[in-house]
């Protein structure tokens, strides 16, 4: 079966740096996307890493190390609109390209 | 640049009524998702269609539940029967032929009564 594992909830405050955990377990392994969502809307791509190292972009950073499963999503200098729910997705081995997401990390952010 | 777009926004039903949701992928984007998602959840898989074929089915998808992309654009999800377990988000995504982002649309949320 499919495992991706990353917190429920998370909280900091504005102008600061938090750093979201997910974990996997897939058959296979063709990538892995971090996604916002706010709360009704849509999830909304932040990042994509299919090679092991740090992807950054902007505020915004991403890790992938694919023998230990692991991957985090870096914010800095935090916002209030930063307040969102988090995804961490994997696409497995199918060359279908289905994703597999977690539950999210919801993140809230204080003045 | 338009994005997906889903139609309709909100959609409120009886049990055991039929519903019936569109998705418009961005254009040219030959690969179309849908998944559904519930409160607190992260979205789950339920079908792909690349152009008109449906490659691939989850086991979620039972016999109620049957998705078409008849001219290899815009895509159909219907519920047959629904029933109360069937509230959720459903959300539909495109990917273009060459890339491995899904875009997702805003959704279309069923609550069923």
């Known amino acids: 079966g499919q495992n991706i594992d990353q917190p429920t909830e998370m909280t900091a405050t504005e102008g600061a740096i938090v750093q979201i955990n997910c974990t ?46 692991y991957s985090y999503l870096l914010l800095k200098e935090l916002q209030m609109k930063d307040s969102a729910s988090y995804l961490c997705a994997v696409k497995g081995g199918s060359t279908l390209g289905r994703l ?9 952010v204080w003045p | 640049d338009t994005g997906v777009s889903q139609d309709p926004r909100h959609k409120i039903t009886k049990r055991g009524q039929n519903v019936t949701f569109r998705c418009d992928p961005i254009s040219e984007h030959n690969r179309l998702y849908w998944y559904r998602q519930t409160l607190g959840q992260g979205p789950e898989f339920l079908t792909y269609f690349q152009n008109e074929a449906q490659l691939e089915k989850s086991r979620l998808l039972s016999d109620r539940f049957s998705a078409e992309r008849p001219k290899g654009s815009f895509s159909t999800l219907e519920i047959q029967r629904t029933e109360q377990g069937d509230s959720a988000m459903y959300l539909c995504a495109s990917t273009p032929t060459a890339g491995e982002t899904q875009y997702f649309g805003p959704g279309t949320r069923l609550l069923v009564l």
């Open chain 1, 24 to 69: 996997y377990q897939t058959s296979g392994f063709n990538g892995l996307f971090w996604y916002q969502q706010h709360a009704g809307e849509a999830p909304t791509f932040l990042s994509y890493n299919v090679l092991d190292g740090l992807e950054e972009k902007g505020r915004f950073s991403s890790f992938l190390s694919r023998s230990k499963g």
């Open chain 1, 100 to 108: 597999y997401f977690g539950r999210g990390t919801q993140l809230t």
